[in-house]
T-cell receptor
Framework: KAGVTQTPRYLIKTRGQQVTLSCSPI?????VSWYQQTPGQGLQFLFE???????NKGNFPGRFSGRQFSNSRSEMNVSTLELGDSALYLC?????????????FGPGTRLLVL | QKEVEQDPGPLSVPEGAIVSLNCTYS??????FMWYRQYSRKGPELLMY????GNKEDGRFTAQVDKSSKYISLFIRDSQPSDSATYLC????????????FGKGTLLTVNP
């Protein structure tokens, strides 16, 4: 079974631009979560989508948004990019969102903001 | 105080050593405990998953959870150079609060 895939793998943008990242979950998985990983803050939860609805949101500004499609694929968007948005953005999928469901991560999209 | 504390290391051991990695946490609602391994430039890979207190063993890996002390551990026996990676502990309260809260990770190097 194919794992979680993320595109693109690497991205360079300049301040003020916007960016869209894509995530395809493991087949049959319906929950998709996004995380930001930086050397200073580690892995931080951005948001979670299930059945095309945002179910949970972390402490990030409104410039970070996402959506989920009917086939469970998800996108996240960052508008008005800042230097501090440079990070590895990780997507994780799980079969469901009940108790005990484990999350499987993709390889990430490495974003560099200049 | 951060919800999850993990010593960042780095930790350097000789091949064959027993490695002990630990995390402490403050949120008593956490019920699900995980260890992920992350190689450089890769996404985290799930290693161990434990519900509530107790031990779980899988090959050379043993995970322990002590909820009374809010302390979790991962032991690696007969460590190999291929175990060199960053190890991340993660926790979740489950239910409607489904997000994972991570430690910052411990960088482990196993020297041949």
């Amino acid at each position: 079974k194919a794992g979680v895939t993320q595109t693109p793998r690497y991205l360079i943008k300049t301040r003020g631009q916007q960016v869209t990242l894509s995530c395809s979950p493991i087949s049959g998985h319906r929950s998709v979560s996004w995380y930001q990983q930086t050397p200073g803050q580690g892995l931080q939860f951005l948001f979670e989508y299930f059945s095309e609805t945002q179910r949970n949101k972390g402490n990030f500004p409104g410039r970070f948004s996402g959506r989920q499609f009917s086939n469970s694929r998800s996108e996240m968007n960052v508008s008005t990019l800042e230097l501090g948005d440079s990070a590895l953005y990780l997507c994780a999928s799980s079969r469901d969102r009940g108790r005990g469901e484990t999350q499987y991560f993709g390889p990430g999209t490495r974003l560099l903001v200049l | 105080q951060k919800e999850v504390e993990q010593d960042p290391g780095p930790l350097s051991v000789p091949e064959g050593a027993i490695v002990s990695l630990n995390c402490t946490y403050s949120n008593s609602a956490f019920q699900y405990f995980m260890w992920y391994r992350q190689y450089s430039r890769k996404g985290p890979e799930l290693l161990m998953y434990t519900y509530s207190s107790g031990n779980k063993e899988d090959g050379r890996f043993t995970a322990q959870v002590d909820k009374s002390s809010k302390y979790i551990s991962l032991f690696i026996r007969d460590s190999q150079p291929s175990d060199s990676a960053t190890y991340l502990c993660a926790m979740s309260a489950g239910g409607s609060n489904y997000k994972l809260t991570f430690g910052k990770g411990t960088l482990l190097t196993v020297n041949p």
